[in-house]
C-alpha cells in the first residue's frame, strides 16, 4: 500500500551533513515514488497559518457582488478572485464546485499584513525545499532557487462552500490536475476530500495531519528532472457523508520559477533516458496550463 511520507524538516534546517543527506534522501524518494509529502516543523508558526485562515473566511463571507469587484480577469496577470464553477481544473469536466482569490506578493500588501508576512514565510519554506531538492539531483544548493529569485509566486486562498443542490455528472470541488509550476505548499482544514493518485492509478486520500505541510512536485519541476520527481495528479472530492454540508477551507502557495527560466532536462537525469520533453520557458508553459483550465473548450 502507498502512503504518503511524513518528513521531519528539522534535521535539515539545523542539522549536521549526515543528518541533512537524511533529510533530503527521503525528500528524493518521496519526489520520485509519489510526488506528495507531509512536512513537519516547516517553520511556519500555527497562529500565522490560523490567522491567514479567518482572514480567508472573511473574504469568502463576503457578499457575491463585493467579491466580484476584484475578479479574476485574465490569464496574464492570474490574480483575483475567482467564481464558482469558473475554473475547470480538468477541462473535460463541468466547472470546480470552489471559489478562490489569487494573490502576488505585489496584492498581498494591499490586503493585510499577516497575508504579507505568511507570503513571505511560505517563500521561505520554498526556498528551503529547493535547496533540498537541488542537493537530492546533484546540483549546487542554490541552483534551483537562484531561477526562483522574483518571487513569481501565487498564494491561493480556496473554500468549497457547503453544496446545496445535487452536483452535475462528472463535477467535484476540485477536478482531477497535475499542478504547474516547480512545487506547492497546501494547507487544509480536517473537511477532507483530496485524493491523490498513485503510480499504478489508484486514488489514496490525503487527510490533513495536525502541524504539517503537504507539500507536491508541479510539473515544471517534472520536466526538469526528466520523471525522476513525478508531477501527481490530484483532485478534492465531494463528501459522502455530513461533512458536504460544510465548508471545506484550504491555503495554496504555488512556487513557480522566474518567467523567462527555460526549463530544460537536468544532465544528472539523463542517465536512465534520455530527454522527454523539448525546452520551454516558465512563463509560458505556465501561460498555456491558465488558457486551459479558464479556456471554454
Avoid at 515544471?220 to 525522476?228: G, P
Wanted: hydrophobic residues 35%; proline residues 5%; glycine residues 6%.
Amino acid at each position: 500500500m502507498v502512503i504518503i511520507p511524513i518528513i521531519d524538516l528539522t534535521a535539515f534546517s539545523n542539522g549536521n551533513a549526515a543528518t541533512r543527506q537524511a533529510v533530503v534522501k527521503q525528500i528524493y524518494q518521496a519526489c520520485h515514488e509519489i510526488g506528495f509529502m507531509y512536512l513537519q516543523n516547516s517553520g511556519i508558526s500555527k497562529n500565522l497559518i490560523n490567522q491567514v485562515f479567518t482572514h480567508s473566511k472573511s473574504f469568502f463571507n463576503l457578499p457575491l457582488e463585493v467579491k466580484q469587484k476584484q475578479a479574476w480577469s485574465d490569464e496574464f496577470s492570474n490574480m483575483g478572485y475567482v467564481g464558482i464553477e469558473r475554473e475547470r481544473l480538468n477541462p473535460n469536466n463541468p466547472g470546480d464546485l470552489k471559489e478562490a482569490l489569487n494573490v502576488n506578493k505585489q496584492a498581498a500588501v494591499g490586503i493585510d499584513t499577516s497575508i504579507v508576512t505568511f507570503y513571505d514565510s511560505c517563500t521561505e519554506l520554498a526556498n528551503t525545499i529547493l535547496q533540498a531538492y537541488a542537493l537530492a539531483l546533484e546540483l549546487p544548493e542554490n541552483y534551483f532557487t537562484t531561477r526562483h529569485n522574483q518571487q513569481n509566486h501565487t498564494l491561493r486562498l480556496l473554500h468549497y462552500p457547503p453544496l446545496q443542490t445535487p452536483s452535475k455528472p462528472g463535477q467535484v470541488r476540485a477536478g482531477e490536475h497535475s499542478d504547474y509550476g516547480s512545487i506547492t505548499l497546501l494547507f487544509q482544514d480536517d473537511i477532507g476530500g483530496l485524493e491523490v493518485q498513485t503510480t499504478s492509478g489508484d486514488w489514496i486520500a490525503a487527510p490533513a495531519i495536525p502541524d504539517t505541510v503537504v507539500i507536491n512536485t508541479g510539473d515544471l519541476m517534472q520536466r526538469w528532472t526528466n520523471h525522476v520527481f513525478c508531477s501527481t495528479k490530484h483532485r478534492v472530492m465531494i463528501p459522502s457523508d455530513d461533512r458536504v454540508k460544510q465548508s471545506r477551507y484550504s491555503i495554496a502557495f504555488f512556487c513557480h520559477p522566474n518567467d523567462d527560466t527555460e526549463i530544460t532536462c537536468l544532465e544528472s537525469c539523463q542517465k536512465e533516458q534520455s530527454p522527454i520533453y523539448p525546452p520551454i520557458l516558465a512563463g509560458e508553459y505556465l501561460l498555456s496550463r491558465l488558457q486551459a483550465s479558464y479556456g471554454n473548450s
